[in-house]
């Protein structure tokens, strides 16, 4: 028999080719505006929030590749991006925790 | 947030097992996988499940709440989701305190019964609703706290517009209606499936075997 681990990761990548359902809400999660959206509600963009967009330029803003929106498959891409990058990441970080212990 | 993040990488040294070493990844992809699930909701926003108290579950709290910031991390630099500057506070709400309550809520409540009775699903389900809606009420409390204690002479708010009148019922409602019982449901069809196909990996965990 397998291990446990090797039918959750079948398990999530069910779970990663569905992720384009994801892209059905249209809008942001409460409180997760863009400044644009401020403005919109608000007419206008609290002066500290001003700005802080520019402090960081994600290489795939809202999960899209390229131009302002994700597509169903570059959502999917992104998913794929996304589980490749924590993965490395945790592994990195129990190496590093590991080689510690020695 | 960093003196945390230190503890959990000291403790987690001493209780990784080696069998866990794949779970940290696991988590950490399904805490990020899961979040992409934007369910709309009424008056134009969405929501999203977080699945931490499910990850806390299975591979302890402590590795949880690493797990979890790993992918609040990637989240912010790679997809400019969650935000840079907010990588501390949503740590602290859905990798943190919602992971830890959750987690302890389903072993209080699951502590005088075997791990392979119904009743530990139960649990899990419990948890996963009461710890997604304690992460949602902190959320709400520090989005509110905004524009009280920053705001500019003539009343304008500096950084968040709405306050804890508008942003705590906000965060709240749909936690407790709706996305809770989304969140507690798939915890327990989880649990259901690895207290069937694997009791002893719940069992290393909870300092408790089940019966053979």
Known sequence: MKNTSYYLWIGLGVLTALTPLGLLAQGAAWGEWAGKELKEMLGFIPEKLRGMEKIWKAPF?????????????????????????????????????????? | MSPLWLIAGRLLKSVLASR??????????????????????PG??????????????????????IAVSI???????LFGDGGITAIAANSFNIAFAMPFS????FRLLSMRTPLDSTWTIFSAVIAAYISLNIAALLVGLELGIQPLIAHAPDGRPLYFPFSLQVSVPAMLLWHLLFLGFIEAILTGLVIAYLRKADPSLLGILHGKQAKA
């Open chain 2, 20 to 41: 866990h070493v794949p779970f940290l990844a696991l988590g950490a992809a399904f805490s990020f996988v899961i979040q992409m699930f934007n369910i709309p909701l």
């Open chain 2, 71 to 77: 992918t609040i991390v990637i989240q912010a630099i």
């Open chain 2, 102 to 105: 959750g987690y302890y809520l």
């Open chain 1, 61 to 102: 803003p809202d999960y899209s590749l390229s131009g302002p929106e994700s597509t169903p498959l570059e959502y999917l891409v992104s998913a794929l991006i996304g589980i490749t990058a924590v993965s490395a990441v945790s592994f990195i970080i129990i190496k590093a925790l590991g080689k510690d212990r020695k």
């Open chain 2, 44 to 65: 134009g926003t969405s929501g999203h499940l977080v699945g931490s108290t499910l990850i806390a579950i299975v591979i302890g709290p402590w590795a949880a709440f």
